[in-house]
Nanobody, 117 residues
């Protein structure tokens, strides 16, 4: 199974930016970024295939961008225009296909993103 390690979270003011990283122990085929806000279910927000096909959830479309470095097996999530409602723990996970909204295999430890003034 592919092991995943997320990093790059932190505290940022509204309107700020962060770039999250997800280092995978194996080859990336299709990956997703998920987030779980306090008291809410975990949701997928962005997905990407090895060929670069991307999809985004409504709340982040136009503000977040997912990308990969296939040579290094790293998936990135560039987050711009952050708002307090983006506060959550962010996770990456292997997906079965671009329309998979659950993912397979182990979760990483996640990285906390807090948006607050």
């Amino acid at each position: 199974q592919v092991q995943l390690v997320e990093s790059g979270g932190g505290l940022v003011q509204p309107g700020g930016s962060l770039n999250l990283s997800c280092a995978a122990s194996g080859i990336i085929i299709t990956m997703g970024w998920f987030r779980q806000a306090p008291g809410k279910q975990r949701e997928v927000i962005a997905t990407i295939t090895r060929s670069g096909y991307t999809q985004y959830g409504g709340p982040v479309k136009g503000r977040f961008a997912i990308s990969t470095d296939n040579d290094k097996n790293i998936v990135y999530l560039q987050m711009n225009g952050l708002q307090p409602e983006d506060t959550a723990v962010y996770y990456c996970r292997v997906l079965r296909d671009p329309d998979d909204r659950e993912g397979i295999g182990p979760w990483g430890q996640g990285t906390q993103v807090t948006v607050s003034s």
